[in-house]
């Protein structure tokens, strides 16, 4: 029997989320693990009147293009996804891994150069989505690698993902717009602003928000979701900060990272573990070791790390900030071809000031 909170979901994600119009072209990403909730959006899509378009793929590609892929085969950009994030007015991707740790250890170099040839194709998601021509969300499915890494059962995980959307909601559609206008206070609070300092045990940073915008974060873009972001003055960043969550990219986890910036830079950055990796993606552009997001997590159905980032950078409690590629929309100017989110707890002995007065404390706003 199907699962009637995947068939929901699907409906969030179409109806809400992308807001499939007829004629819409819409690119479905997902790997073969994520096939019963493609068949619902493709369904949805068709019966929206839009054209769905499946992008479906073998759940090893990535393993294997770093395993057996030279470095000119890792920079090339997969010209099908580039040709539509550039024409189509719509993707949805679904995240659906069956092995969390599948590059683990792959060279860093290639690594490097993958990510290179995917900068086109996010910096055409970036600019097309803020322009309004491209409907975009991330989101993903429960697997049994995304249950191991959160140390849950397979049952409990999905129980536990589809309270975090409200894919069971009598009205989901309305639940998000509630969310949406709970957090929009935040962002008016915040608005008109510039310096923002954060202390903590394993914070002691400023930096500012001069002119720059903070987004409502609620269902659009990213499912699960709620958090508010904008894109800091990218030369304003100057302190550290220790992530008390492991930092995962690309299937590599990178314990204890610790970052220091001056003048928006990472001027220093070391790990307990995988530092080697960390510091290869800070070197991979120009825009990589500055910072693109500040961000802080909403979300207090998420009450766990779970180790996976679409989930946990929403942790109510945290915020994150990410290496990498800003959004134009808030009014960041840094390009990468990384976007590399690293969370940090503030529930215990922790605030935010914002010019000198506390909006935030031990992991609530406080306005």
């Known amino acids: 029997m199907a699962d009637l909170r995947v068939h929901n979901f699907a409906k969030v994600l179409v109806d809400y989320s992308t807001r499939i119009q007829p004629g819409d072209r819409v690119l479905i990403e997902a790997t073969t693990l994520g096939e019963e909730l493609v068949q619902e959006l493709f369904t949805l899509i068709l019966e929206r009147g839009g054209h769905p378009y499946v992008g479906l793929q073998l759940v090893e590609t990535?393993?294997?293009?770093?395993?057996?892929?030279?470095?000119?085969?890792?920079?090339?950009?997969?010209?099908?996804?580039?040709y539509a994030y550039e024409h189509f007015e719509a993707r949805i991707r679904v995240w659906s891994e069956a092995n969390?740790?599948?590059t683990s250890g792959a060279d860093p170099k290639l690594q490097s150069a993958m990510l290179k040839s995917e900068s086109p194709i996010l910096e055409t998601q970036m600019r097309r989505g803020a322009a309004g021509e491209f409907k975009w969300c991330t989101t993903m499915t429960p697997t049994r690698a995304y249950a191991m890494q959160a140390d849950m059962g397979f049952e409990a995980y999905k129980d536990f993902f589809y309270k975090a959307v409200h894919a069971l909601e009598k009205d989901p559609v309305k639940y998000w717009e509630a969310i949406q206008t709970r957090q929009q206070k935040y962002v008016d609070a915040l608005a008109g602003h510039d310096k923002v300092e954060l202390r903590g045990p394993n914070v002691e940073l400023t930096l500012s928000i001069k002119d720059r915008i903070f987004k409502n974060s609620f269902g659009k873009h990213n499912l699960p979701d709620g958090e508010v972001f904008t894109g800091p003055v990218e030369t304003s960043l100057n302190g550290w900060v220790r992530y008390t969550y492991p930092a995962m990219y690309r299937g590599t986890v990178v314990e204890g990272a610790e970052l220091r910036f001056k003048d928006g830079m990472v001027v220093e950055a070391k790990a307990d573990k995988e530092e080697a990796f960390l510091k290869a993606v800070i070197g991979t552009d120009e825009g990589s070791s500055r910072v693109g997001e500040f961000a802080i997590g909403l979300n207090d159905d998420i009450d766990r790390f779970t180790g996976f980032i679409l989930l946990d950078e929403k942790i109510g409690g945290s915020f994150h900030m990410a290496l990498g590629a800003g959004y134009p929309e808030t009014g960041s100017v840094n390009k990468s071809a990384v976007h590399w989110d690293m969370i940090c707890d503030l529930r215990t002995d922790s605030e935010i000031l914002v010019d000198g007065d506390v909006f935030y404390k031990d992991g609530k706003f406080v306005i």
């Open 62 to 82: 990535k393993e294997l293009k770093l395993r057996y892929g030279s470095e000119a085969q890792a920079l090339h950009t997969d010209e099908l996804l580039a």
């Open 100 to 102: 969390t740790k599948a």
